[in-house]
């Protein structure tokens, strides 16, 4: 059973550039899509962006190219960037690996916030 | 429109049957996959696909789709069902999208 387990900054400023990383244990990290999920109350769940092993990406239009998923296959490791960050962008952040266009393992949730 | 629409709070009383629903345009052509999530906790994939229920997931959860609608439905509901259920699916461009979410009570 895969387990996804991330960690990074949970207080930014304004401006500044968010920056999450996920770990994937016990399970393949070839042949999946991995991506971020984000999550406020006032909007619920959004998809922030996946990408496949061999690099091809697709992210949310709504975040105008601000964001971008890298992966890092010798640690099984994949990671969010999301730059020029505003009080909007407060929220839980979850990774997640995609299985036949599902979402079907979440890691524990990061909760970032965005304050001056 | 890609958007997915939710009731936003369903009950139903413990032992009895309870549906939910998630309404868009491109449900016509892409399956929704339906998420439970508790409080503090992260969400769980309970269906996908036409009525598919990863492993560990009781058999008194099913989906159905008809029309621009999908359905979760359960059968036989449980007080630990109680919880928020999100569906999501995706639209032409691969763009994946999720509906506002219902809060299913258990009474």
């Known amino acids: 059973q895969v387990q996804l387990r991330q960690w990074g900054a949970g207080l930014l400023t304004p401006s500044e550039t968010l920056s999450l990383t996920c770990g994937v244990y016990?399970?393949?990290?070839?042949?999946?899509?991995w991506g971020w999920v984000r999550q406020t109350p006032e909007k619920g769940l959004e998809w922030i962006g996946e990408?496949?092993?061999?690099?091809?990406?697709n992210y949310n239009p709504s975040l105008k190219s601000r964001a971008a998923i890298s992966m890092d296959r010798s640690k099984n490791q994949f990671s969010l960037s999301l730059t020029s960050v505003t009080a909007a962008d407060t929220a839980v952040y979850y990774c997640?690996?995609?299985?036949?266009?599902?979402?079907?393992?979440w890691g524990q949730g990061t909760l970032v916030s965005v304050s001056s | 429109s890609s958007e997915l629409t939710q009731d936003p709070a369903v009950s139903v009383a413990l032992g009895q049957t309870v549906t939910i629903t998630c309404r868009g345009d491109n449900l016509r052509t892409y399956f929704a996959n339906w998420y439970q999530q508790r409080p503090g906790q992260a969400p769980v994939l309970v269906i996908y696909g036409q009525n598919t229920r990863p492993s560990g997931i009781p058999d008194r959860f099913s989906g159905s789709r008809s029309g621009n609608t999908a359905s979760l439905t359960i059968t036989g509901t449980q007080a630990e069902d109680e919880a928020d259920y999100y569906c999501q699916s995706r639209d032409t461009s691969e763009k994946r999208v999720f509906g506002g979410g219902t809060k299913l009570t258990v009474l």
């Open positions: 016990g399970g393949s990290f070839s042949g999946y899509r």
């Open positions: 990408m496949i092993d061999g690099g091809y990406s």
């Open positions: 997640v690996r995609l299985y036949t266009a599902a979402f079907d393992s």
